[in-house]
């Protein structure tokens, strides 16, 4: 792999030729959103969007996973260099508000975190390996470490991302998605109007392998008495959204707020609830939204967790500081925080991020500094999924958000010139 450097070359959806090529990664573009609602562009009856699967621990290496066998065919992706005056007119346009930040300078915290993990990866081990070519930890480091010093110079001259950093653009172009962190109304302790629990995992989980699906632990109470429940939820359609998005918040009846997040899974298939219901004749396809499903499973609560128990897929939880938490192990940041496929953008890296927030057009955009800083099962290949934040702006963006976008990997020029 020589130096691990990578060069300019021309803009296109083509691999780098001169010198060390950065890219040429087998992927095809994965599932959608995860939700619980089938996708309102959705055809053929209704087909439910795919599940979130649970976010997952860093690896310590960047090592590719096999694509799933439901894959129709590998299709290729690589980066390749933008000239100076094409980076330079893109990096006038980035615009912090449209990521809710005042300032470039904002990124600094965020900037940090992605750094605390940078700075335990051996700086000479190889972050992202393709045919052709590498980038180091080290050299990632050194690109944040770079863009960390060049923060409060950026809102009077964002032209120094240019001036710094080569931009390699991603082609084909990723899907791009959108999670968030619900909001719900729970107790630590049951009591009358709180009756649906979120669990923390089951000791004995790992001996058991199966055991514990939606059926055992929701109807059969196979968990009930063993002091496992965090939290009480009001609606059994809450605690499936919990489970589905990862984590959340829990708002407790003395106005104070807890984080939970993903503990573990019983690795078992998942099963949209939107298509539950629709298979099931509970609600028609054009009123398959949000507050109408959790409308009929507050109206119907057996009959809701009867259905629900064809989703085998159970997630358990632990209480966090943060109402959000990635792979990193620290707080996510709404409209900055992506998570990847580490294979093809690796945790830590830094990128500009171009697109709309709405598959459904409008005035919305996004075009800012965006961290990997998240991972997640069915995140793989050409897909990113971009982190929200909580609230009904989140939620709404979350439902629609399904669209391509433009990624461009920032690298510092000084950390292709040294050796790691």
Known sequence: MGSGRLRGGPRGRRLLTAGLALALVFVLLGCGVGDYVPWPSSSGGGRSAPARRPRVSAPSSPAPA??????????????SALRGSESLLLAGQ?????????????????LRHSLGHLSRMSPGAPALVQPGGSLTWGQLRQSAQELLSVLPDLDANPGLLSERFIWYELAPSPLLTGYYSPEMEASLERQPGYDYPLYAPPPDMAARPGAYDRR??????????RGLELAW?????????MQTEGGGSLRLPDGSVRGVHFAAANG???KGLGQILLDAGALPKERLNREAIRSWCAANPARALELMAENASYVFFRFTAAASEGSLGKPLTPLVSLATDPSLLPLGAVAVLSAPLSAQGGAESLRGLVLAQDSGADIRGLRLDLYLGSGERAERLEATMRTPATL?????????????
């Open 66 to 79: 096999a694509p799933p066998e439901d894959y129709l065919a590998p299709a290729p992706a690589g980066f």
């Open 94 to 110: 980035l615009s912090p508000a449209s990521q809710s930040l005042r300032s470039f300078a904002d990124l600094a915290g965020p």
């Open 216 to 225: 055992a632990v929701d109807l059969d109470r196979a968990l009930a008495g």
């Open 233 to 241: 939820l009001k609606n059994p359609a809450d605690a499936f959204l």
């Open 268 to 270: 078992l298939p998942f």
């Open 408 to 420: 461009y990997l920032l690298v510092s020029k000084s950390a292709l010139r040294a050796r790691p």
